[in-house]
């Protein structure tokens, strides 16, 4: 198949690019002695996953019990951190099968998760790692101070069946956070009870760059820089060639000479905005906006639109993960040169 | 499977519910002349769309060839509007094939994909109908005046492989718009040429209730009235009891007491809002914001949460249509009772 070939619309993945970012950003936390933990919410790609562990990552991160299924289906794949409290006793027996297959790790931050983890765990041959989730003012889960992950931390290891592995947090990317100092605290408190604090991990790609400025953390946990998106590009964390994934569409409609409407709507790009203006950004053409989306249809709008129904346009998303998980395929590329599609193994777990 | 076992993150769909919808809307359309053409979109189900048509609808419209493919996939349904520009060589192949297996009709709004449409059915044993898209306000699709729809008709009806089929238009949804006067003078336009102007296709379920207030409209499409949304009740349309699709969910974290989290996020609930504050309606608890999303959890907020961990809620989106295009599957359920899982067969049909 040719570039010029394929159906629209199209998630395209430039693996020259997606080999770049994973093996620049695996320089990056070699360089300052980080462990990388990829999460694969990204691409749900199982061979994307082996290449990021081939360049280095000591194992990969999933947020369900589902996408950790999906990944180790392959093989390839032995160390996987689900960041998520796993709760009732279907998806328990799920991680107690899956904890068979590879080496696995959860976080919790409540002692109803931890109690089933232990009752779930306490007939294993092998006791499951369990990391204390600290909200370190993402206000989203975690335990809400250095105090109470101290606590947590005794919990867990007065419990059967369950190891306590250190500390994790996913720091707000909105504000300013003294992530350092928030588990710094806890870490030293913990180790006071005699209790070790072999991990503790840090993530986010927003703040990829400056992962090493929390020196507290031995690993470090991010998703987008596989591919990267508007969002990270206009927080400046990337530029448009890093951008590995794009939506190729085509102009079904020019109703006006400052209006084209393309195939791709919010089915392609999703509604997620970020915080910014716009639904993505056209290659090549800064002047044009992604005004609008419905389902279906995605409405440019420009001062002069200069587009003809049949042309083409690739669009870099908002946040492309949310993309990832909307189809069935992706076509993989090297530049303009197509390679073949990618079922996406992990798209639509979310149990 | 008892309702209790269900796991988490699911959606729920109420036939009871959904088919009160179906019913009463097909009585408001036959009480007032309109024919009924339901939008598969919202539920993608094939045995839904069977059920919309032994109600009294006249077929189904479908956005994309793919989703039209797949509704016939199981036979019932011969009578199909693919509201949307079909433009290149593979669609164009793939239509002529759909073609012959229904009664098929599409919009168009532009010459090269009345070309298009056109070249490809001159040689077909039964010409293809075309119906032109008018833009009465929605600034989306459609040609921009009456004078152009009335030129788009005559383009038509020149053409070999095609025949001309009559006015479509999805009205604004947020402001007031004279569709009755733009399709009248269009209408009359064309059928001063000496062309009929057999089908006036009108639709949106905003306005559903005042269908009746467009008497040029001969039919009516309309997809989110199947199972209502937060959207539909924020305008009045309908009541919260009349919401068939809800997502089930669990509460995995409590961290503060305002705070819960569960695990359903934006992958579950979209981060569509439609002009809304907030993520959904919490069933039954009013005083709860869904107050963010991100890809697997969901942040509840309120003056007291009131909730545990382990806990389930039911959501009411804010937008079903994307909903349903996230899961593979959908629980059906009568009230408590629940049926059967069934696969959402037109999920990810976005070519």
Same mark, same amino acid.
């Given at each position: ?47 994307? *996953? $082996?290449?990021? +562990? /081939? #360049?280095?990552? !000591? ?11 999906? =990944? ?113 605290? *806890? $870490?030293?408190? +913990? /180790? #006071?009870?005699? !209790? ?11 703040? =990829? ?143």
């Amino acid at each position: 198949m040719t570039y010029s070939q394929i159906d629209t619309p199209a998630v395209l993945v430039d693996l020259n690019i997606a080999e770049a970012n994973i093996d620049r950003f695996q320089a990056h936390c070699s360089k300052h002695g980080l462990n990388l933990r990829p999460h694969i919410k990204t691409h749900k790609l199982p061979f994307l *996953a $082996k290449r990021q +562990i /081939e #360049a280095g990552a !000591i194992g990969i991160t999933c947020q369900k019990i589902s996408e950790a299924e999906a =990944m180790i289906s392959e093989g390839g794949i032995d160390d996987i951190l689900i960041t998520f409290n796993i709760i009732g006793s279907e998806k328990l027996a799920r991680l107690r099968t899956l904890a068979e297959k590879t080496k696995l790790s959860v976080v919790a931050d409540n002692a109803t998760t931890i109690d089933g983890l232990s009752e779930t765990f306490s007939s294993a041959s092998t006791p499951l790692t369990v990391l204390i989730e600290c909200d370190t003012g993402a206000e989203r889960c975690g335990v809400s101070s250095p105090q109470a992950a101290i606590e947590m931390a005794r919990y867990v290891s007065g419990k059967t069946g369950i190891t306590f592995g250190g500390l994790m947090t996913y720091p707000p990317t909105d504000k300013e956070a003294d992530v350092q100092a928030w588990i710094t605290e *806890a $870490k030293e408190g +913990i /180790e #006071a009870l005699g !209790i070790d604090v072999p991990v503790v991990s840090n993530g986010g790609s927003p703040g =990829m760059w400056q992962a090493q400025d929390v020196p507290v953390a031995t690993e470090y946990r991010i998703g987008t820089y596989v591919y990267n998106d508007r969002s990270l590009q206009a927080r400046g964390t990337c530029n448009w060639e890093d951008c590995a994934l794009s939506v190729l569409a085509t102009v079904v409609s020019v109703p006006t000479s400052s209006r084209a409407v393309i195939d791709a709507g919010s089915k392609a790009l999703t509604s997620d905005l970020l915080g910014l203006d716009g639904h993505g950004y056209v290659i090549g053409r800064p002047d044009i906006k992604v005004a609008g989306l419905s389902e279906e249809h995605g409405v440019l709008t420009a001062d002069t639109i200069n587009l003809s129904v049949g042309d083409r346009v690739r669009i870099i998303p908002n946040h492309v993960c949310v993309v990832s998980n909307l189809f069935d395929k992706v076509q993989l590329t090297r530049g303009r040169k197509v390679l073949r599609p990618s079922t996406v193994t992990a798209r639509g777990k979310v149990w």
